[in-house]
């Protein structure tokens, strides 16, 4: 390893040589200044100089993220985004639109519309893409959404879902 004043007086002097008129075309050199003056031999130089250690990259991050890791790009295998499934397990949410409920003699299901035009019955622990229905009654049902923001304080919340919402706003 060279120190930071010869590397920055090679590349000033590969910098002139190139900026000579006429290219890098210099006088030979006589045999006692060596090879170091060459235009060839600078630029093996300099590679060397800019030649990332033999090791590798490595960033100790103590606590912090690596600035140069993308931020689209899953950390790891289990935190990567998942993959949809198809039917009430692939839905957000926010995607599926409360139509109707049914009352059994089990208990209330839910006919919930998916955003693939379909309809779906659901029952309490129905699971979705992002969270499970928790409770319904005659006229609502209530989701547990799991939140998928790694600065929330909170891991859930409640998303309740009316079968009249414009009565609900009314109140």
Avoid: C, H
């Avoid at 890791?69 to 639109?97: C, H, N, W, Y």
Wanted: no cysteine.
């Amino acid at each position: 390893m060279t120190s930071p004043r010869l590397r920055s007086g090679l590349l000033s002097l590969a910098f002139a040589l190139w900026a000579l008129p006429g290219g890098a075309q210099s006088p030979s050199p006589s045999p006692a200044e060596g090879d170091a003056n060459k235009p060839d031999a600078i630029k093996a130089i300099l590679d060397q100089e800019l030649q990332p250690p033999i090791g590798g990259y490595s960033y100790n991050p103590q606590g912090r993220r690596d600035p140069f890791v993308s931020l689209m790009k899953p950390i790891g295998p289990d935190q990567g985004p998942k993959t949809r499934k198809p039917g009430m397990d692939g839905f957000l949410i926010q995607e599926v639109a409360l139509k109707g409920i049914v009352k059994t003699p089990e208990g209330f299901i839910a006919l919930l519309l998916g955003t693939d035009g379909k309809s779906y019955f659901a029952k309490v622990r129905q699971k979705l893409f992002d969270g499970e229905i928790i409770a319904m009654d005659a006229a609502s049902v209530t989701f547990r959404q799991e939140i998928a923001d790694p600065l929330s304080p909170v891991r859930t919340r409640e998303v309740k879902k009316t079968l009249y919402p414009s009565e609900e706003a009314r109140q």
